[in-house]
């Protein structure tokens, strides 16, 4: 730091200059984020100082957490479920294993999952000493129910299903993974971090959440298609005893225990989920789903007019068209025309996601491009 501080001129003007190498998101089809709803951008900047870590210096802002949890509780049909806000869906789903290992007497637990569930599971992994037995896919991208069962031993305490998956956008079949759940006496939690906010607004129905019996926790992001601002995460438990086993003394707060993985915590990103959420309502995110989804069918029919194909029909508002080889594609939209994509290994395809920061002008471009490329 230099000893005589820069004019807030200067600074700012630094700042924007910097910011230019940010990608705008008109150019980015690989993400899930994306423009925070200008409702939820002010109310964050109204709470900037607020801190969860301390509930009880912010009772205000504990009782807009309260409220947003119970709002993602009617969404996903158990209005009761307890939980909390977390930086995301990294966070909850480690929380998620951790509070199943606590509630387990296993000494080698281990947890069987998609083989397309996210990265994060390999830090819960590694976090929490829990094994993450991957488990192969059906074709069309689902985890294959035969497998699951294979991989279930005397020391599994639970198993995972994917509403959304990050790559494809497909929805496991969670009433089967339910009903194994309880054959086996075992956890169930559903990352549905990206599904949770587009499932619900889908024209088709899918049994995903708490209205199937054998789920007991569920990952659901605000911050991705539920429009509200970075670190939005969301992780809901059917019972009590899961989040409480999360819970450590807290000697010195103003309340005796804490269960959120980090100790200081956004309650700005809290105030904007619980404004956002209040003000779409349900009609504001089905119209925002529908746009995607119009969106989607935009892309894939004018993808296969220029004799592409995708690797499934899209669920949701995720894209893959099947590639050859997709890496170089993939650097030379971004390095002739700057355009950002993602890549899927296995199997191989461009990854779109089509975010509500896109419009149709912008994918006819895109589709353009692609063409002249391949
Ligand atoms: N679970 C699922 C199903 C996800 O898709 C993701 C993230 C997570 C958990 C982890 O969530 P957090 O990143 O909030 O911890 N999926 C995207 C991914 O990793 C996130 C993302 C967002 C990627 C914006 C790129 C980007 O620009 O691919």
Redesign the pocket.
Known sequence: MNKNGVSEEDVLADLAKIKLLDTPYER?L????TYPHPIAASVHQDFLETNMGDPGLFKGTTILEERVINLLGKLLHKPDACGYLS???????IQAIRAMKNCSISKKPNVVLPSS????FEKTGNLTGVEMRRARLDPDLRVNIDSVKNLIDENTIGLVG?A???EFGQIDDIQQLSLIAEENDLFLHV?????GFVIPFLEKHYSYDFEVEGVSSI?I?P??MGLSTI?S?GLLFRDKSLLESLSVHTPYLTVKTQSSLTGTRSGAAVAATYAVMMHLGMDGYKKVVDNCMDMTRYLVSGAKERGFSTVIDPVMNIVCLKMDSPVELQKRLLLEYGWRV?VTHNPQSLRLVVMPHLNKDIISEFLDDLASLA
């Open positions: 980015v690989s993400s899930m984020c930086t995301g869906g990294t966070e909850s789903n569930a996210h990265f994060s994917i959304g998956t990050t990352d549905a971090a990206f599904g990952t992001d911050h991705k670190p995460g993602s």
